[in-house]
């Protein structure tokens, strides 16, 4: 590469010395040129002179001979003078060309320097350029993280960078002039000098790149390397190059990522679950062997494509919703039914979760994750739990309302009075029934909390009255044990809108929670106040208080601090569980504080109603003389017990086993109101009840609703059925006539209007 430049030095002052060459060559000629002129002019003057002459001649020969002589010296001497001053002109223009010929030689000369010195700057700069280069590139070379080996056409080592020397052992002198397969295994080098040889037939510039190799260190040592091919042309000659990166680290994490990917997929396709990721263009990225069952195509068929041409239109629109809130970053939580490929009905309940990026994107959802979870097992098993415990309460609650009205009934001295003795018993097997009662109410009641199937009448209710009615239902209990019952509220209203049956119920719980745990003698403190613009309510009481251990779990189903509690105390756990559903149902909170041997303190809150309560009319008969009602109960012992109680409240009834028997009934009498039970033989009582709302005789007739799954048949009848109050078995009398006293009222009222 500096050949030509030094050739361009030694041009440029040989080019001045034959430029000056030339000019002086060239004024030579010129005034050489111009003596041939002048020498050329002295024949032309004499001529000229002569010719005067000969006419001053032709005169004297005619006539004048003395003149003749003085004429010629006369004309000699003017040539003469022309003669010298040709002669100076001459030697003024050779002097002139030879001045200007030293001026041109002069420049020329200078320009010559000038151009030599620029050409040396110009070479020494490019020299300087090319030095930095050379060092640049050599110390990029040198401080690559890849080998860079360089070798000619034949295969010979000319120069290799730090790394790859290091990534072989060898150093730069053992390199040197060997062959470049010598850094191959012996059984790669015949192959590899082929293909190296082959890299001549390439185009100039050719650049292959990702060519796996195995190479061998100095020591013998194999490892994988990615190598890259180019070539470059120096000095006219044209030499290849070799990018060598080992690989060994990222093979041996490619092949741990591989064995971790086939680990995950053996785990994901023995899990009887659907799971996914999915990317947001909605393409599914992984998935399990689950969904290639569920949906009957392969795995190439499921890999990379859409939801949409997985799932298909129809399919797709129902789950569209929630995709596009998971990829919004929200988790989504559905329940979907699928038809297998094989015609199989399975439910499964879907969760997607978003999956956020990482650095530039760490704030972007980038895909979720799907996890369905086949609960079509756990839906039958639902169902037939449903399906038995609507089926033993059905069973349990119907003796026990006969029970619970019998003992009620000899215990009020229906039969007579009794002695003492048979009364105490009539107390214990009453006492007891009515815990049985709640046992089983509380089973029920969480059942149905746990299905959505708990109905909830929100009223507004002011909050004293309903608390003192609650320590007179517990006031029994807390008799038998000793414990006093003591409520503070303030003198003036406080209200809220809640369900006061569900209220009762949880306070119910929480009273007979505090009772049980109170020592004998003790008192139970119920305190009504406001706390934080909400209504609050306190029950406390000086028992043993709560231990540590139990306090994570105490509103945990069927939790109690120790498990012999449920015999010395009675209960089945579930208190708290539901007293807080039903709370959290009325927009309600509840907790507790405990100090140890000091006692504990449940509280809950509940939103203040600022209105005032609606006025009711007080509920009368109006004077109905022992007004009618007709029962319709299949079970004879549970209809004569009504019987009995709403006579004992001036009533009359009587009893209908069947649909059929009650239409018969409704033909020949007229009642004020009627009961009906949902379980009836032959026909449903929701039917019974839809056929009196056509019949313009019955259409207005008060009905009451008595039944096992009264809460259940409300839910789903909503509004359609003209019913007064949906009661649910075993039966309370007292609820039972306000219930139809309210129904006789709300007919009446609606007359006079």
């Not at 070539?231 to 490619?254: P, W, Y």
């Amino acid at each position: 590469m500096k050949k030509p430049f030094r050739a361009s030095i030694a041009i440029a002052p040989g080019l001045g010395v034959l430029l000056i060459v030339l000019a002086t060559t060239v004024s030579f000629l010129a005034v050489d040129a111009l003596l041939i002129d002048q020498r050329q002019e002295i024949p032309k003057t004499a001529a000229t002179l002569r010719q005067p002459a000969g006419l001053l001649e032709a005169k004297a020969a005619s006539g004048s001979n003395e003149a003749s002589l003085p004429l010629q010296e006369e004309i000699d001497a003017l040539t003469l003078e022309r003669s010298e001053q040709q002669k100076r002109r001459t030697a003024l223009a050779i002097r002139l060309m030879i001045l200007f010929s030293g001026l041109l030689s002069l420049g020329l000369l200078g320009w010559a320097i000038w151009a030599v010195r620029r050409a040396q700057a110009r070479n020494r700069r490019i020299q300087a350029e090319l030095a930095d280069s050379e060092a640049m590139s050599r110390a990029i070379t040198e401080g690559m993280a890849e080998g860079v080996v360089t070798a000619t056409q034949d295969g010979v080592i000319v120069s290799a960078n730090r790394a790859a020397r290091h990534l072989f052992g060898y150093r730069l002198k053992d390199l040197l002039g060997q062959p470049v397969a010598m850094l191959l295994p012996a059984r790669y080098q015949m192959g590899f000098s082929a293909f190296f040889a082959a890299l001549g037939d390439r185009p100039p510039g050719f650049r292959e790149a990702g060519t796996p190799v195995r190479g061998q260190r100095r020591d013998g040592a194999e490892f994988p390397v990615m190598a890259s091919f180019g070539d470059v042309n120096v000095g006219g000659r044209r030499l290849f190059t070799a990018i060598i990166r080992d690989v060994t680290e990222s093979r041996r994490i490619a092949d741990a990522l591989h064995d971790s990917e086939e680990q995950l997929r053996q785990l994901t396709d023995n899990v009887p679950a659907l799971i996914a990721y999915i990317d947001k263009q909605q393409c599914f990225q992984f998935h399990n062997k689950a969904y290639e069952e569920a949906f009957g195509l392969p795995r190439e068929k499921i890999h990379g494509k859409t939801m949409l041409e997985v799932m298909g239109p129809a399919f797709y629109d129902r789950v569209s919703e929630h995709v596009q809130e998971a990829l919004a970053g929200y988790p989504a939580r559905y329940e979907r039914e699928q038809v297998t490929a094989s015609g199989e009905r399975r439910e499964y309940v879907m969760s997607y979760f978003p999956r956020y990026g990482e650095g530039d994107v760490q704030d972007k959802v980038v895909g979720f994750f799907s996890l369905g979870t086949d609960v079509t097992e756990l839906k039958r098993i639902d169902r037939m739990k449903s399906e038995f415990v609507s089926t033993v309460s059905h069973e349990l609650r119907t003796p026990l309302t006969s029970i619970r009205g019998s003992l009620g009934l000899v215990s009020g001295g229906v039969a007579g009075a009794l002695p003492e003795r048979a009364r105490a018993l009539v107390e214990i097997a009453k006492s007891n029934c009515e815990r049985l009662i709640r046992l089983i109410n509380d089973i029920l009641d969480s059942e149905k909390i746990e299905s959505g199937k708990m109905p909830f009448d929100m009223q507004p209710h002011e909050m004293r009255p309903l608390l003192e009615r609650a320590l007179a239902d517990n006031e029994g209990l807390a008799a038998q044990r000793k414990v006093k019952l003591v409520l503070h509220a303030p003198k003036q209203p406080l209200r809220a809108c809640v369900d006061s049956d569900r209220l009762l119920q949880v306070m119910a719980n929480l009273l007979s929670n505090a009772i049980k745990y109170s020592p004998a003698e003790g008192k139970v403190m119920v305190l009504l106040g406001r706390h934080g613009g909400r209504v609050r309510v306190e029950v406390s009481d000086n028992g043993p208080g709560i231990p540590e251990e139990f306090r994570q779990r105490i509103f945990q189903k069927f939790s109690q601090a120790d498990s012999s509690d449920t015999r010395q105390k009675g209960g089945t756990g579930l208190g708290l569980n539901i007293a807080r559903a039903m709370l959290e149902r009325m927009d309600g909170s509840i907790g507790f504080t405990s100090t140890g041997d000091a006692g504990t303190t449940f509280f809950f809150e509940l939103p203040e109603w600022l209105d005032a309560p609606p006025v009711t009319a007080p509920m009368s008969l109006y004077g109905f003389d022992r007004p009618r009602i007709l029962v319709c109960e299949d079970d004879p012992d549970v209809a004569q017990l009504i019987g009995m109680m709403l006579d004992k409240a001036g009533f009359d009834a009587d009893m209908a086993h069947t649909a059929e028997q009650a239409r018969d009934y409704l033909k020949m009498d007229t009642y004020v109101a009627m009961t009906v039970d949902l379980k009836l033989p032959y026909e449903n009582g929701l039917a019974l009840i839809g056929g009196l709302r056509a019949d313009p005789r019955t259409a207005d007739l008060p009905v009451v609703v008595l039944s096992v799954t009264a809460a259940e048949a409300r839910l789903h009848a909503g509004s359609s059925l003209d019913v007064s109050d949906w009661l649910e078995k075993p039966i309370d009398e007292q609820r039972l006539l306000n219930s139809v006293q309210l129904a006789i009222h709300s007919r009446r009222a609606g007359r006079k209007e």
